[in-house]
């Protein structure tokens, strides 16, 4: 598809079956060189897709993929030409390149903010106009956050189509989502981001911009804000089943004596890499950014403690509340863990390690106790020692009390040290010596030990049976219940 194709020539909705559509994050549709009509791929604004007339794109209900019509996959790579208020663009690169795009030229004004209708000033519009008549691309992508009457200008202004972070943000998201809860928390930010942009254009419409347009069909438009309303309720709804759901196992798991420990930091900064390494798992790792949406636990292997795992989702700097929200029944596993994995890229420069330490400070706290969390640097083994030392005395340094590590996952550097720490985070205060008689109930109970302590010993005498076991405090009752405690000793 050549990049002229991409031109815009439509606003981003239309009439498809006498509804309002939207269009799908993606290239826009090439027009038909023989009538002239747009060969659409159009995405129902709740999500649903339908092709018409373009080519190897089948309805998800069929393929079982995304809105782009195949499962876990993006949509066809575009040309980008990036226009940023920031010279620092690395983030927003990677966000591009995760997403498949390709970054053919960049553009920054230095100004303190945008400018209130165009985002960048008028002389930096033309120079972006005639850099695109120069070398055309598909997508001009601004650094930061449209406003809808903004994007509305700027794409008549520039007649290409416009994205700006967040919308980069939940293309990606939208590939990622594999799992019932990523696909709902993916549909309820896009409702919320799509509808603003929606309202502007319906705006510009009713005041004459495009003659009979809608055609004076006020009802169908408030029909489908309300349908809006509806889904968005219904999402809310289902979100709210699954958290619920969530905390029922979380309150089971600690009632059986498991621990849980989050895997928190930024994208890209090795989650998932650690979890397979500590819990022998093979679950799948890319060089990307937001490979994991939704939540996976499993257990810390090589211990006699009942130790979980979580991955969660990266954390990801200046969203609006209305992303945040979507998302936030997935940052719960972090707001109610024991213990918090703070991980911190060491290939970061050290100034992006300090300002991603303060913002996830100010993520975590005050929900999280300063105490519970262990910043750890990852990715060691491709630094110097020299700079690992210094890495990790900006992290001694940080709001977090507990002592910094570093690891490699790779090379299995500091693996052994961080299994230690967290045994040490969980071990049991208090060591019982007890005493069980030999008879028939005496298998039942020592089931129990086995399931909510650590067992240390037991020897089987003619009539009795001596065991020594560390427990919680809360235990110390339900176990004299068992048998007679002969010895009792703290270990904090």
Partial sequence: MGRAAHRLADPPLGRHGGRIVLRPIGPRPRRSRASGTPERLVRHPLGEASTGGFPGRPHPSVSGGNAYGRPGSCAAPVDVLLVSL???????????????????GTLVQRRPRPDPRTFVGR????????????????????????????????????????YDRLRVLL??????????????????????????????????????????FM????????????????????????????????EARRTLRKERGYHLVALAGYANAGKTSLLNALADERLLVEDRM???????????????????????????????FWMAE??????????????????????????????????????LFPNVPSDSV???????????PEAIVAQTEILAESEFHRPPLSLSVRGGRGLTELREVIERTFAFPLELHLVLPEDAEAP???????????VVSVVHGPDRIEIVARCRLDDRERIERLGRVLLSRSLA
């Fill in 326 to 363: 979507a998302f936030q029944a997935t940052l719960e596993e972090i707001l109610h863990a024991d213990l918090v994995l703070l991980l911190v890229d060491a290939t970061d420069p050290d100034p992006e390690i300090r300002r991603k330490v303060r913002l996830a400070a100010r993520t």
């Fill in 290 to 320: 937001f490979s994991t949406l939704s939540t996976a636990t499993r257990s810390l292997t090589g211990t006699r403690k009942r130790i979980l795992l979580t991955d969660t989702i990266g954390f990801v700097d200046g969203v609006p």
């Fill in 171 to 212: 293309e990606l998201f939208a590939q990622r989502a594999s799992s019932r809860e990523g696909k709902l928390q993916v549909e309820l930010a896009l409702l919320h981001y799509e509808v603003p942009l929606l309202r502007e254009w319906i705006h510009e419409a009713d005041i004459g911009e495009r003659p009979g």
């Fill in 123 to 162: 002389g930096k519009l033309d120079e972006i106009r005639d850099r695109l008549a120069a070398d055309p691309v598909d997508v001009v992508v601004f650094n930061g956050e449209l406003r809808p009457t903004m994007h509305h200008l700027l794409e008549r202004e520039l007649h290409v189509e416009c």
């Fill in 86 to 104: 920031d010279p620092d663009v690395v983030e927003v690169s990677a966000l591009l390149a995760s997403a498949g795009h390709r970054i053919q």
């Fill in 444 to 454: 039942s109970k020592l089931n129990w030990l086995y399931e909510h302590a650590e």
């Fill in 374 to 384: 262990i910043p750890i640097l990852t990715k060691a083994d491709l630094r110097t």
């Fill in 215 to 246: 055609a004076g069909g006020e009802q169908r438009v408030d029909a489908y804000y309300e349908t809006v309303k509806r889904r968005i309720k219904r999402i809310r709804d289902e979100l709210e089943s699954i958290r619920r759901e969530r």
